[in-house]
């Protein structure tokens, strides 16, 4: 049983000293890759990270390929040069109603009119509120209000029911980049006392749809596909379900996420799809095919309308930059429809642990790289490679229709590879052991300051240290009761007390004395144990050992050596204690004498 135990630790005892080196490395991994990851964490909440990682969502939505033109929809775009030969502008009410009749006898599912009508211009109002009344397939634009007294937002056109009517607003990110859409909201309350005059993007207690959630809702109408609003208030069409987006989604930070959002899927970055002009439909050279059974959306193209929106196809191109606002809308529109009818996932996100699992990992592989490699090139093409896979993994998951972190585990790598390259330089400078052994220096003088402040406490606790005290106070009384000399006497008192030595000499002589004798007895009783044991052992043939100290007489040299070291002991405690008496009756005696002296 002793055997198994035995190898049983010694195999433990190998195992730790062969694991040892292995524990340490993880060790310093793992926590330097969980402060690196706690930090990014804490630096995405504050929005610093925001900024990388839409710039990283741009880049990725640029490299995606171009989807092909969605021939559900047909844009009549109103460009400058339909204004030149129109010798309008704006375009008359007139000119606007005779567009759309002559689009709705070319049967369109639906029509969308992006182009505001809050005030009369040119001739032919009337005659548009008429068009706008009779159609039910025609879809009108108002603006909704910021809250602000100043800016009201704009009413939908003249005649037109309620529910053919959707805001144009979007929710533009910082940097004026159109990433998100609103599909639903309810307008913001206007604030102050000044009087505004009410309509329908203004009223706080309704909630309005968008311009391009009504041209998909009505369209798809046709396809008994009706909106449903689930328990949880997220919007279905059909079997899809439009997840509102929320403010830490993705790369986003703190958004401001107000209304029912979602991240527009652009389709394409110019063929959206088929595109005519104003002009052409005036003239009839536009295909009825075209425009049969389609989404129609009508509005300007033109440069001199400033309805363009910056988007993440902008980048850094020089031309081409902006994009029409009715083409926005379009991309909208195209997403709805992609998603219910074609299956096309919406943008998916993950939940915040799984991000955090998703930095953490590619922190633990920066600081595992950084440790195992030493060769510099090596590292640095090692990490270049890492690079690219972590980039290369995050535009795969957006290829497939998610957006996650980019930017954040690219620092996490970088940081962590970084952090344990300079530790171990550091290490190896030497610096980090002269700091250590500062800190140990520090701790080891508090730590025996602390010990000898123990060491006095029980000194000044123990029984002999009060005795002692004890004494003391007996001695301070017996002298305040003992009548002081005359100051003739004083020089007497102080003779004597330079006698007192010699007094002393005598317990040291003694004390000498008995120590040479003990020293003698115990030389006498050695010699007659080993003559002893020497005659016994040579006569018997019985070891020495089972001899010694079996007779009476070999006991008493002990007993004798004994007996002398404990007087010696006890002179020594008397003399000291005699010692300690007298120098404080010498001590008393000499202030007294010093006193006398002050007083003459």
């Known amino acids: 049983?002793?055997?198994?135990?035995?190898?049983?630790?010694?195999?433990?005892?190998?195992?730790?000293?062969?694991?040892?080196?292995?524990?340490?490395?993880?060790?310093?991994?793992?926590?330097?890759?969980?402060?690196?990851?706690?930090?990014?964490?804490?630096?995405?909440?504050?929005?610093?990270?925001?900024?990388?990682?839409?710039?990283?969502?741009?880049?990725?939505?640029?490299?995606?390929?171009?989807?092909?033109?969605?021939?559900?929809?047909?844009?009549?775009?109103?460009?400058?040069?339909?204004?030149?030969?129109?010798?309008?502008?704006?375009?008359?009410?007139?000119?606007?109603?005779?567009?759309?009749?002559?689009?709705?006898?070319?049967?369109?599912?639906?029509?969308?009119?992006?182009?505001?009508?809050?005030?009369?211009?040119?001739?032919?109002?009337?005659?548009?509120?008429?068009?706008?009344?009779?159609?039910?397939?025609?879809?009108?634009?108002?603006?909704?209000?910021?809250?602000?007294?100043?800016?009201?937002?704009?009413?939908?056109?003249?005649?037109?029911?309620?529910?053919?009517?959707?805001?144009?607003?979007?929710?533009?990110?910082?940097?004026?980049?159109?990433?998100?859409?609103?599909?639903?909201?309810?307008?913001?309350?206007?604030?102050?006392?000044?009087?505004?005059?009410?309509?329908?993007?203004?009223?706080?207690?309704?909630?309005?749809?968008?311009?391009?959630?009504?041209?998909?809702l009505h369209y798809l109408q046709k396809q008994k596909i009706y909106p449903q609003l689930a328990p949880d208030q997220s919007l279905w069409l059909g079997k899809t379900q439009f997840k509102k987006l929320e403010s830490n989604d993705g790369g986003y930070s703190n958004a401001d996420t107000r209304g029912y959002q979602i991240l527009i899927n652009y389709r394409s970055r110019r063929n959206l799809a088929n595109q005519v002009r104003i002009t052409d439909i005036l003239e009839g050279k536009v295909d009825p095919n075209l425009v049969k059974d389609k989404i129609v959306l009508i509005g300007y193209t033109t440069e001199t309308v400033k309805d363009f929106f910056y988007t993440p196809y902008s980048g850094q191109r020089q031309n081409k930059q902006f994009m029409p606002g009715i083409v926005a809308h379009g991309q909208v529109v195209s997403q709805i429809l992609?998603?219910?009818?074609?299956?096309?996932?919406?943008?998916?996100?993950?939940?915040?642990?799984?991000?955090?699992?998703?930095?953490?990992?590619?922190?633990?592989?920066?600081a595992t790289v950084a440790s195992r490699m030493a060769h510099p090139a090596k590292l640095v093409g090692t990490f270049g490679a890492l690079l690219l896979v972590c980039g290369g993994c995050g535009f795969g998951i957006f290829l497939l229709g998610g957006w996650v972190p980019v930017a954040a585990p690219v620092l996490g790598l970088i940081i962590t590879g970084g952090s344990i390259i300079s530790a171990d330089r550091f290490n190896k400078a030497g610096y980090g052991k002269v700091i250590s052994d500062r800190v140990k220096q520090v701790f080891k003088i508090e730590i025996d300051q602390a010990q000898k402040e123990q060491q006095v406490a029980e000194i000044t606790e123990s029984d002999f240290f009060k005795e002692l005290q004890q004494k003391r106070d007996k001695l301070k009384v017996s002298k305040k009761q003992t009548p002081q000399p005359a100051p003739s006497q004083l020089p007497e008192i102080t003779a004597s007390a330079a006698e007192l030595p010699k007094a002393e000499n005598e317990p040291d002589e003694y004390l000498a004395q008995l120590q040479e004798k003990a020293k003698q007895q115990k030389q006498r009783a050695t010699v007659a144990k080993t003559v002893t044991a020497s005659e016994s052992g040579s006569k018997t043939g019985i070891p020495i050992d089972s001899h010694l100290g079996a007779g009476s007489g070999e006991t008493k040299p002990d007993e004798e050596f004994s007996d002398l070291q404990a007087k010696a002991k006890q002179m020594r405690q008397r003399r000291a204690a005699e010692k300690k008496i007298k120098d404080e009756k010498i001590d008393s005696l000499t202030d007294k004498e010093d006193g006398a002296k002050n007083e003459e």
């Open 1 to 216: 049983m002793n055997k198994i135990s035995h190898k049983i630790r010694s195999t433990a005892t190998q195992l730790s000293q062969l694991y040892k080196p292995s524990l340490a490395f993880a060790k310093s991994v793992l926590i330097t890759s969980a402060v690196v990851t706690i930090s990014l964490m804490g630096v995405r909440q504050l929005g610093i990270l925001e900024p990388l990682e839409l710039s990283a969502y741009d880049q990725m939505l640029r490299w995606r390929p171009d989807e092909k033109p969605d021939a559900r929809l047909l844009v009549v775009g109103i460009t400058e040069a339909d204004i030149q030969k129109m010798k309008q502008w704006p375009i008359s009410d007139r000119k606007i109603a005779e567009i759309l009749q002559k689009l709705e006898k070319m049967q369109p599912a639906v029509i969308g009119l992006d182009v505001l009508r809050d005030v009369p211009l040119g001739d032919g109002r009337e005659e548009l509120s008429k068009v706008l009344q009779k159609s039910d397939k025609i879809i009108g634009v108002c603006l909704v209000t910021d809250g602000n007294p100043d800016s009201p937002g704009s009413p939908p056109p003249p005649g037109i029911s309620e529910n053919r009517v959707g805001f144009a607003d979007f929710g533009v990110d910082p940097g004026g980049i159109l990433r998100r859409a609103l599909l639903f909201m309810k307008p913001p309350k206007i604030e102050g006392n000044s009087p505004v005059e009410k309509h329908l993007c203004n009223d706080n207690s309704q909630v309005l749809a968008s311009f391009n959630l009504q041209l998909a």
């Open 338 to 366: 992609s998603a219910v009818l074609d299956n096309k996932p919406m943008f998916w996100f993950w939940p915040e642990w799984a991000e955090i699992l998703w930095i953490s990992g590619w922190s633990i592989v920066g």
